[in-house]
């Protein structure tokens, strides 16, 4: 039986757009089952301590676009640092993606295209239109999806996303879970490329 990896991370994330295609090459490599598994931000913020980015303080702000520029070099992309249409309504867009793994499809091919299409080609994510364009392009039926992505098994998947977020220690995006640890960010995947590599046992709080 694979290895199972919970995968929380919000499309409005920058972060999770960084690292999604070198997770995904991690997850396959190790031969990886990837749990999608959505969640929205602002409550894990509210739920967790943390802030909004427009509450944080100048400084902090400053600092996250120079860590975009860096791991934009690192990770040799060509995005836009503040997209057009950023922030936006995410909550579609997340609920598209929980609709593609409930209709028992790889919502990767549509997460690399929904992630580009915001950050390199500056796509307005929450417009119902774009998201039927963008499944359509990945190979998806738009209309069934975005009739899951409305209903209300993904409304109770994503707040069940969130408590399981929050109740697992994540408080963040992207939080890659294995086994019960926690790597929180894009600039963990190596730590956690190393704990699949060697097989250890989950690292605890409990020390």
Same mark, same amino acid.
């Given at each position: ?45 509210? $739920? ?50 929980? *609709?593609? *793994? ?28 774009? %998201?039927?364009?963008? *499944? ?52 963990? %995947? $190596? ?17």
């Amino acid at each position: 039986m694979p290895r199972t990896i919970d995968y929380y991370f919000s499309l409005m994330s920058p972060w999770a757009y960084i690292g999604h295609t070198p997770f995904m090459e991690i997850a396959r490599r190790h031969r990886i089952e990837v749990n999608y598994k959505p969640v929205f931000l602002g409550r894990v913020f509210s $739920e967790t301590g943390g802030l909004p980015l427009a509450q944080r303080h100048p400084a902090r702000q400053r600092y996250r676009l120079v860590e975009l520029q860096r791991w934009r070099e690192k990770r040799g992309l060509n995005f836009n640092i503040k997209p057009k249409y950023w922030p936006f309504e995410v909550n579609l867009a997340d609920r598209f993606v929980i *609709a593609v *793994a409930v209709s028992g499809k790889d919502a990767d091919p549509f997460l690399r295209r929904a992630f580009a299409a915001l950050w390199e080609e500056e796509q307005d994510l929450g417009n119902p239109v774009v %998201l039927a364009e963008l *499944a359509e392009a990945a190979g998806l039926d738009s209309s069934s999806l975005m009739d899951i992505a409305t209903g209300s098994t993904t409304e109770a998947i994503y707040a069940l996303n969130l408590e399981n977020a929050v109740s697992g220690d994540v408080f963040g995006s992207p939080a890659y879970v294995l086994d019960g640890e926690v790597f929180w960010g894009q600039d963990r %995947l $190596e730590l956690l490329d190393d704990a699949l590599k060697s097989g250890r046992e989950p690292y605890s709080p409990d020390v």
